[in-house]
Structure formats: structure tokens, C-alpha cells
């Protein structure tokens, strides 16, 4: 390990992406230390001060902030916080490092589009978010890209699944044990992606000197009702997924209807294509939910 690869990971210890970026760096050799809601409330007045306290002592080389507002319904509600937490945050960890000289990776998501296209969001595609959230992410990245920092990737990502935190793809086999059926939205289609798989191109990103709005997610395209059948069907599990319209789940934040993601920018800086989403799936489900004997 040399000085150069030393990370501070907002949300290191709780966060689904968080955890995964801490594994990633650290089994390619990284130090990593871990900030989080434990250590700091970035919603208090003093955030600021305290991150800047904490970046001085342990002198990071990059700040990978996987902290967010991440409550998709909540957010039409808590619109205050979403803002503090998706915009402000990003804001004030882009002028920490700016006077700090250290590199920033960044989070966003493809809720900042609307879904009214029919073919792979590119990063030069116009966003346009349908509910708070998205707009709050976007918010964040309009406030990063504005600093013109010169290390500074913004990753946006989608439909994320993984060890150490709840997420669909648990949720669902969790369900299954109680259920033996469930009902599944057929026509909002993504890019389900590997928290594991996310942290290790996001890694190749920072090696290759990246710099700036990158899409980055696992290949392939599914439905929540067909990443929730090959989830099932990878589990060994009995349960039955049928289809519904989104329509017969009404949820207080509008969601795009279509939001995978393309990748080129990735591909054609690092060389990487990403793995098929049902391969990382199948990993995923082999090493956390091994079927029963
Ligand atoms: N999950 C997805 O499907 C998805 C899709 C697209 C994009 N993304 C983006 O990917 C990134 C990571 O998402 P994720 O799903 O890994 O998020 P997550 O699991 O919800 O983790 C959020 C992290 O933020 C921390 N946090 C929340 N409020 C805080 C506060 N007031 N003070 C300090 N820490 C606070 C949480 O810490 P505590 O546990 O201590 O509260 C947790 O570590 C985000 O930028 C998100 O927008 C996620």
C-alpha cells in the first residue's frame, strides 16, 4: 500500500454500497476508514466542521461518499433533508476536497431521468427527475460538476442488491419463505446491478484517473418481476412471482418507467464491459442464500 490509496467511505459501515467499497478496496490493497450516522449527523449545523476535523486526521487520498437520502416515498415528504443530504452533502464534501487537494467519488442514481425513452440512458442524455429524490440527486451532481473539481467521478447506478444490507433481491426471498406466491411490477424495466461488481469498476474508474458523470451498472436490462423470478429460481425457492402492472401498486413518488443505463463511458476509459446482471445475481444468491440441503 503506498499514500495514494488510502479512501474515507461515507457510509462504510452501514451503507449497502458503502460496505461493498469497503471490501472492494480493501482486498485490492486500500486502506479504508469508515464514516457514518454513528460517527457524525452530516444534518447538524457542525457537519461540515466535523468532516474537515476527520479528513485532516486521517488524510484520505480519496473521499468515496456513499451516504444518502435514499427513501424514495419518504423523500416527497422529507424534502428538507433529502436536499441536506443528496445535494448540500455532496456540495460541502466537493469543497472539503477541493481546498484538500484529494480525489471525490460520488453517487447518483438513474431516477434522474424519466423513462420516456426506450432505448440506454447515456451520460450525455438530458435528465429529467420525476419525484423528489431524483431531484435531489441531481441537485447533487449539478452542485459537483459546477466546482469544475479535477478528481472528481460521479457514478450513477441503479436497482442495487448485495451482502450486509436489506435490499429487493433479500426482500423478496425473505417474502418467499412466508408466502407462496407474490405479485411482482412487470413494466418498469432497469439495470439491476451487484453492490460487489459496482465497488470493483468504480475501483478501475479511480485507476484509470476518471474524471467526471459515468454510468456504471451490471449489462442486461429486466423487469422488477423478472429480476425478482431469476432471484427465486436461483434460491431454489417454491414461491410463485406473477406479473402486475405498476399501476396496482400506487407509490407517492413517481418512478421512470425505463431507466437502464449504458455504460460506454466506462467501457471505453477502463476497457471494462460489465458482467451480465443474472451472473452477478447468481453469485450474490449462491454465497448468501445457499439452498437448503
Ligand atoms: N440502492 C439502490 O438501489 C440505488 C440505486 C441507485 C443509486 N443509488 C445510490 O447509491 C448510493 C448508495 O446507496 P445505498 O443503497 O447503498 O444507500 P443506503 O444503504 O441507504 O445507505 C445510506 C447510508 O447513508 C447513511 N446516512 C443516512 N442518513 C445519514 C445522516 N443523517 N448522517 C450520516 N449518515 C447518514 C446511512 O448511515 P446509517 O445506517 O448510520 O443511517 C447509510 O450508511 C446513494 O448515493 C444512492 O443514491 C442506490
Given at each position: 500500500m503506498n499514500n495514494a490509496q488510502k479512501a474515507l467511505v461515507l457510509?462504510?459501515?452501514?451503507?449497502l454500497l458503502g460496505q461493498a467499497m469497503v471490501t472492494i478496496l480493501r482486498e485490492s490493497g486500500w486502506a479504508a476508514d469508515t464514516v457514518g450516522g454513528a460517527d457524525v449527523?452530516?444534518?447538524?449545523?457542525d457537519a461540515a466542521d466535523a468532516l474537515s476535523l476527520l479528513v485532516d486526521k486521517l488524510e484520505p487520498s480519496v473521499i468515496v461518499n456513499a451516504i444518502a437520502y435514499t427513501q424514495v416515498d419518504a423523500a416527497e415528504e422529507d424534502v428538507e433533508t433529502a436536499f441536506l443530504l443528496n445535494r448540500s452533502l455532496p456540495a460541502m464534501l466537493g469543497r472539503l476536497v477541493k481546498t484538500r487537494g484529494c480525489g471525490l467519488v460520488h453517487f447518483s442514481t438513474?431516477?434522474?431521468?424519466?423513462?420516456?425513452?426506450?432505448q440506454p440512458y447515456t451520460s450525455d442524455d438530458v435528465p429529467d427527475p420525476l419525484c423528489v429524490y431524483g431531484k435531489s440527486k441531481l441537485a447533487g451532481e449539478d452542485a459537483l460538476l459546477s466546482l469544475d473539481l479535477p478528481r472528481c467521478l460521479i457514478i450513477r447506478t441503479a436497482w442495487l442488491f448485495g451482502p450486509g444490507k436489506k435490499n429487493f433481491v433479500s426482500t423478496i426471498l425473505q417474502l418467499c419463505k412466508q408466502k407462496k406466491s407474490l405479485q411482482v411490477v412487470h413494466d418498469h424495466i432497469g439495470s439491476p446491478t451487484y453492490t460487489l461488481d459496482l465497488a470493483q469498476y468504480t475501483l478501475k474508474l479511480l485507476e484509470a484517473e476518471g474524471s467526471g458523470l459515468f454510468h456504471v451498472v451490471n449489462s442486461g436490462m429486466a423487469s422488477w418481476c423478472e429480476l425478482a423470478s431469476e432471484a427465486t429460481r436461483l434460491a431454489q425457492t417454491e414461491c410463485l412471482i406473477t406479473p402486475v402492472p405498476s399501476s396496482a401498486y400506487p407509490q407517492k413518488a413517481t418512478r421512470p418507467a425505463y431507466s437502464v443505463l449504458d455504460c460506454e463511458a466506462l467501457s471505453r476509459l477502463t476497457g471494462i464491459v460489465p458482467r451480465p446482471w443474472p451472473r452477478a445475481l447468481r453469485e450474490y444468491i449462491l454465497k448468501a442464500f445457499p439452498p437448503a440441503e
Amino acid at each position: 500500500m503506498n499514500n495514494a490509496q488510502k479512501a474515507l467511505v461515507l457510509g462504510g459501515a452501514t451503507g449497502l454500497l458503502g460496505q461493498a467499497m469497503v471490501t472492494i478496496l480493501r482486498e485490492s490493497g486500500w486502506a479504508a476508514d469508515t464514516v457514518g450516522g454513528a460517527d457524525v449527523d452530516l444534518r447538524a449545523p457542525d457537519a461540515a466542521d466535523a468532516l474537515s476535523l476527520l479528513v485532516d486526521k486521517l488524510e484520505p487520498s480519496v473521499i468515496v461518499n456513499a451516504i444518502a437520502y435514499t427513501q424514495v416515498d419518504a423523500a416527497e415528504e422529507d424534502v428538507e433533508t433529502a436536499f441536506l443530504l443528496n445535494r448540500s452533502l455532496p456540495a460541502m464534501l466537493g469543497r472539503l476536497v477541493k481546498t484538500r487537494g484529494c480525489g471525490l467519488v460520488h453517487f447518483s442514481t438513474d431516477f434522474v431521468f424519466n423513462g420516456k425513452k426506450n432505448q440506454p440512458y447515456t451520460s450525455d442524455d438530458v435528465p429529467d427527475p420525476l419525484c423528489v429524490y431524483g431531484k435531489s440527486k441531481l441537485a447533487g451532481e449539478d452542485a459537483l460538476l459546477s466546482l469544475d473539481l479535477p478528481r472528481c467521478l460521479i457514478i450513477r447506478t441503479a436497482w442495487l442488491f448485495g451482502p450486509g444490507k436489506k435490499n429487493f433481491v433479500s426482500t423478496i426471498l425473505q417474502l418467499c419463505k412466508q408466502k407462496k406466491s407474490l405479485q411482482v411490477v412487470h413494466d418498469h424495466i432497469g439495470s439491476p446491478t451487484y453492490t460487489l461488481d459496482l465497488a470493483q469498476y468504480t475501483l478501475k474508474l479511480l485507476e484509470a484517473e476518471g474524471s467526471g458523470l459515468f454510468h456504471v451498472v451490471n449489462s442486461g436490462m429486466a423487469s422488477w418481476c423478472e429480476l425478482a423470478s431469476e432471484a427465486t429460481r436461483l434460491a431454489q425457492t417454491e414461491c410463485l412471482i406473477t406479473p402486475v402492472p405498476s399501476s396496482a401498486y400506487p407509490q407517492k413518488a413517481t418512478r421512470p418507467a425505463y431507466s437502464v443505463l449504458d455504460c460506454e463511458a466506462l467501457s471505453r476509459l477502463t476497457g471494462i464491459v460489465p458482467r451480465p446482471w443474472p451472473r452477478a445475481l447468481r453469485e450474490y444468491i449462491l454465497k448468501a442464500f445457499p439452498p437448503a440441503e
